[in-house]
T-cell receptor, first 107, second 117 residues
Framework: DIQMTQSPSTLSASVGDRVTITCRAS??????LAWYQQKPGKAPKLLIY???SLESGVPSRFSGRGSGTEFTLTISSLQPDDFATYYC?????????FGQGTKVESK | EVQLVESGGGLVQPGGSLRLSCAAS????????MSWVRQAPGKGLEWVAN????????YYVDSVKGRFTISRDNAKNSLYLQMNSLRVEDTAVYYC??????????WGQGTTATVSS
């Protein structure tokens, strides 16, 4: 099975900061990677698919890059609504796996 | 409006069973793979199982193989997860999600399964 590892686990940042989260796959997944945002008590929300494609309605301050085994999610200017937990997910295989999550908290 | 609504969660003793349901509306249910994803209290997301549009292919995470069964009824626009031989570690919020081949773009609100004696 493909393992996904995110870093850091927790990130402390301020409004306006540029924030980058990394996700690494245990084997190549081409560009079959999605990013989700989850707030407490809510279902996850799809932000990015195919590593770099922005889901409809998602603000352009979110961007994704990468291919193969290393990927990043960047928030160009952190907004108050962006404090949340972020997950990557691979879908190269039918057995889909998530990273362990990165919590973005207020510094 | 595209919507997924889960039901069927509850409290069950270890070794017991639960059947979760997910009612879909607002889209052509039979055109999409569907998944179950769970989240244990205070933990991250874990993909559990998925099923092809026509139900002919099903995949499971290793920890539930042989105990959980995913199924669907396209005539009723419904997805199911039959959970048998439940363990304390199966305690979680269970979400159903629509898989459009590029991530899971639609999620339900979740239903909670608690396994405890």
């Amino acid at each position: 099975d493909i393992q996904m590892t995110q870093s850091p686990s927790t990130l402390s940042a301020s409004v306006g900061d540029r924030v980058t989260i990394t996700c690494r796959a245990s084997q190549s997944i081409s560009s079959w990677l999605a990013w989700y945002q989850q707030k407490p008590g809510k279902a996850p929300k799809l932000l990015i698919y195919k590593a770099s494609s922005l889901e409809s309605g998602v603000p352009s301050r979110f961007s994704g890059r990468g291919s193969g085994t290393e990927f990043t999610l960047t928030i160009s200017s952190l907004q108050p609504d962006d404090f949340a937990t972020y997950y990557c997910q691979q879908y190269n295989s039918h057995l889909k796996t998530f990273g362990q999550g990165t919590k973005v908290e207020s510094k | 409006e595209v919507q997924l609504v889960e039901s069927g969660g509850g409290l069950v003793q270890p070794g017991g069973s639960l059947r979760l349901s997910c009612a879909a509306s607002g889209f052509t249910f039979s055109s999409y793979w569907m998944s179950w994803v769970r989240q244990a209290p205070g933990k991250g997301l874990e993909w559990v199982a998925n099923v092809k549009e026509d139900g002919s292919e099903k995949y499971y995470v290793d920890s539930v193989k042989g105990r959980f069964t995913i199924s669907r009824d396209n005539a009723k626009n419904s997805l199911y997860l039959q959970m048998n031989s439940l363990r304390v570690e199966d305690t979680a919020v269970y979400y159903c999600a629509r898989d459009h081949g590029n991530g899971m773009g639609v999620w339900g609100q979740g239903t909670t399964a608690t396994v405890s004696s």
